[in-house]
């Protein structure tokens, strides 16, 4: 076994060879792992209310920091969402909202849930309480830094919302913000407002790279003894892989941000052609909207697997951890995530085949497009594989677990619809693309947030959320957004297209007056079933049943900790040593059905567990 | 550089090596600082944004239907009774890159443990990079006194300017911020914080000679891209 340790080719995460039985503890080398190789962290621990938690350096902190930050302009979203769809089901009632309003909302809506809640959460949230704890060290390997792209993204969110109070608005250009009409008089808040946006951008991109430094950094060099990254939960791979994709995909946004900030300030033509206006030609020309459009999808599609991936990551841990069975495939979901990774940066401008291109490059990036379905279904049938003949809890967690693979499969399928050049070209700009980019990142994400919740909130406060009310938020929230998006493919196939204040009296539309309304009505319900959790979180943090070590009977190591909550430093005074990948569930022979990461080979030797 | 020492790791050569390392435990780059690692990963991320306006600048150039400015013309130096063309890029262009040299000899004095010598040089960085910048500064009052603007310039494509001021103005802040940084370090290294392994202002965490490796590979980086930003602007 010595020899297996020092020659490192020979660690595979998943081999069929079992290791061989013997008495437990007669064979001292079977639990050599090789010694720290960087010295223990040094970390600044904070003493003050200000230092420990406004502007802390811990981690767990900074990520609980994130998650409240944008779960706050998330409600925002959702408020505007409310907005939107009264506009749509009940104009009558909503007549306090005009036509800029209702652009404005749309705009502000779409940005806050890509950018704002649901990039933020997932890796500045997630990515911050788990990849140290997961990965066994003692904090970000940058506290500082990490402290800084916090507060970047405070101010950042601070700058969005700020254009909601200067004149004229925010932006209304949608959530995409084309030039050249975002940047033209016209457009709801293309004064102030797309400048404000700009900036918020900008001061966001800064923030998630010095934040995405420390998450790669940390992942490549911090992490503990044992812990090779064949044997990292798939959490961390999932965080991991979209921070690269973020690093390599914020610059094209912070680049067409900066270029549409100084055509509108300084009157450059980057994106401006030559325009007619009442009769006038402006003093811009020469310029490429499309340029625009490039750059922006360029960031635009790897941002869907910045949400994406650490989604796919979470579930798989989870799935994995209540229905007490390794994850089916580890290397295959490994590879399948670092896959679709790359490809996600040679799929962009299938969001602009309506653009006009050359039907060659229509061919080509819709083959690409379909060519990532390849690895997503691998994933898919990989869930369903760990869940089969699994031990399943029933609880809320695997609730949501299943919410997200059926949601999941729902988008992606009607993905294959729109990647397809001659199929998109029709629905382009209806509702279909609507309900399929709510199901595929809107919903099926939320519900694995949904998830992380209640699988986490244990180990974050201590204490269990209720599984009463957790199963009615559940419910609620699932048949609810089917009701909102189902509906929504059959308006798009009868032509209804999305961004229009109102359809006035479109006769060939008659049948999605009061489809509109029932979506109307499901989307309230479902938006006010979100404060079910926040309700369940306050009740629960004073009354919630206490959660003690390692509830959920979890193999990976941020259960693991000497204290629960875990405190600054993690691990107390001896960092983890680990031993094995975080799935032995359920392993025959095991006195009970899960082995953690950090038990030693000589413990489990007459075990059938395998060597990974 | 030899292999760092690892207890119990035993380093192979080649991409078997590189792929043990990679499977292996702990680290991936084995015995590379943090800091360095996290700047190199920042500098592929650097390079993304860079890439992104020069391919933009290819784009809009190509697509403005107005003739681009001649380079060598606009450029040019009237020195003497003589038009020389791109005399001050030339200049600029080996200042900066001479300060490239005096870097890495900072990086080898510092991991030598030579105070006094690593901390001239850092100096001498900083003020090539300083005399860079001023000449740039030269550079557009030169040019914004000819009538070249953001929007407009006599010579022809509006995008010309734009996309000259961005970039280069870009490029420049780059520049800047390093020269603040090298002063600095080098008010660090003289001072033998390093030397001390004194905590650092902000981050409290301890001082390293590394952190000169570190601000080197910055500062190598940025004149990379000038290479890359001399040959589109002056050359094409």
């Known amino acids: 076994m010595t020899e297996d340790f020092k020659d490192n080719k020979v660690i595979h995460a998943q081999s069929s060879e079992t290791i061989p039985g013997g008495a437990g503890g007669s064979v001292p080398d079977l639990d050599y792992v090789r010694p720290a190789e960087v010295s223990d962290q040094d970390l600044y621990h904070g003493h003050s209310f200000i230092t420990k938690w406004v502007f802390c350096q811990d981690a767990k902190v900074i990520g609980i920091q994130y998650f409240c930050l944008a779960t706050f302009t998330g409600i925002i979203g959702l408020i505007l969402s409310w907005l939107m769809r009264l506009q749509l089901g009940f104009p009558e009632a909503a007549g306090f909202m005009t036509a800029e309003h209702y652009y404005q909302f749309v705009t502000m809506h779409g940005m806050i849930m890509v950018v704002y809640f649901l990039t933020a959460l997932f890796l500045g949230g997630f990515g911050n309480y788990l990849i140290p704890l997961m990965v066994g060290a003692r904090d970000m390997v940058f506290p500082y830094l990490n402290m800084v792209s916090f507060w970047s993204f405070f101010v950042a969110v601070l700058v969005l919302l700020a254009s909601f109070f200067v004149p004229g608005g925010p932006t209304g250009s949608g959530w995409t913000l084309y030039p050249p009409q975002a940047i033209l008089e016209g457009t709801p808040g293309s004064g102030m407002g ?291 998006y189902f509906p929504m493919h059959y308006l798009g196939f009868i032509g209804v297209p999305r961004r229009y204040f109102e359809m006035y009296d479109s006769p060939y539309m008659t049948s999605a007056v009061g489809m509109n309304e029932f979506i109307s009505l499901a989307a309230f319900l479902v938006g006010a079933a979100q404060f079910i959790l926040i309700f369940n979180i306050i009740k629960s943090l004073k009354t919630g049943k206490v959660a003690g070590k390692n509830p959920w009977q979890a193999n990976s190591l941020e259960w693991l900790t000497p204290t629960v909550p875990p405190e600054h430093g993690n691990w107390g005074d001896r960092l983890p040593v680990v031993h094995r990948w975080a799935y032995d569930y359920s392993v025959p022979g095991a006195k009970e059905d899960f082995i953690t990461q950090t038990t030693a080979p000589s413990e489990v030797a007459d075990t059938k567990v395998e060597k990974t | 550089m030899s292999d760092p020492k690892i207890e119990g790791y035993e380093f192979k050569p080649g991409f078997g090596g590189m792929a043990a390392d990679t499977a292996s435990d702990q680290t991936m780059f084995k015995g590379v600082h943090w800091g360095k690692a996290m700047m190199w990963i920042f500098l592929l991320s650097d390079t993304f944004i860079f890439s992104c306006f020069l391919i933009s600048y290819m784009k809009g150039r190509g697509s403005t239907p107005v003739e681009w400015p001649n380079a060598s013309e606009v450029f040019g130096l009237h020195v003497f009774g003589v038009d020389v063309p791109l005399l001050l890029i030339a200049i600029m262009t080996f200042v900066l890159i001479t300060s490239s040299g005096t870097m890495a000899l900072a990086v080898k004095y510092g991991y030598e443990k030579n105070r006094k010598m690593c901390g001239w040089l850092i100096l001498a960085t900083a003020i090539g990079g300083l005399t860079f910048v001023g000449m740039q500064a030269f550079e557009w009052s030169k040019l914004i006194h000819e009538g070249v603007r953001p929007w407009e310039n006599p010579f022809g494509a509006a995008q010309f300017g734009s996309f000259f001021f961005m970039i280069t103005g870009f490029h420049g802040t780059h520049v800047s911020i390093g020269v603040i940084f090298l002063f600095i370090y080098a008010y660090k290294t003289f001072a033998g914080h390093y030397d001390e392994r004194k905590r650092g202002w902000f981050t409290s965490m301890k001082g390293d000679y590394v952190e000169i490796e570190i601000l080197g590979l910055y500062w190598h980086f940025v004149d990379l891209v000038w290479v890359f930003i001399f040959a589109f602007f002056y050359l094409w």
């Open chain 1, 194 to 484: 797309i400048i404000l946006m700009c900036v918020s951008l900008i001061l966001f991109v800064a923030g998630f790279t010095m934040g995405g430094l420390n998450y790669l950094i940390t992942v490549l060099q911090a992490r503990t003894r044992g812990m090779t990254l064949m044997r990292m939960p798939l959490t961390v791979w999932g965080i991991f892989t979209a921070t690269v994709l973020a690093m390599l995909a914020f610059p094209a946004l912070l680049v067409g941000s900066l270029m549409m900030m100084l055509d509108k300030l300084l009157g450059t033509s980057f994106f401006m052609p030559t325009i007619l206006k009442a009769g006038e030609v402006l003093e811009y020309g020469g310029g490429s909207p499309i340029l625009f459009q490039h750059l922006f999808w360029f960031f635009g599609h790897p941002e869907v697997y910045i949400v994406a991936l650490p989604a796919f990551g979470i579930i798989s841990d989870l799935i994995s951890v209540h229905s007490r069975k390794n994850i089916f495939g580890y290397r295959m979901m490994v590879w399948a995530i670092v896959g679709i990774g790359a490809l996600s940066f040679f799929v962009w401008a299938h969001h602009m085949y309506v653009s006009g291109m050359n039907p060659w490059f229509g061919f080509f990036f819709a083959t690409t497009t379909l060519i990532i379905a390849v690895p997503t279904a691998m994933k898919v049938y990989n869930w369903i594989l760990t869940l089969w003949r699994g031990n399943i809890r029933m609880n809320t967690v695997m609730l949501w677990c299943l919410g997200f693979i059926v949601t999941f499969v729902n988008g992606g399928i009607t993905g294959i619809f729109l990647g397809n050049v001659s199929v998109d070209v029709p629905l382009s700009d209806t509702y279909f693309v609507i309900a399929h980019f709510h199901m595929v990142m809107g919903i099926a994400p939320l519900m694995v947030i949904m998830g992380a919740v209640y699988h986490w909130f244990p180990l974050v406060t201590g204490k269990f959320l209720s599984e009463k009310l957790g199963k009615w938020h559940f419910w609620t929230t699932f048949l609810g957004a089917y009701s909102i």
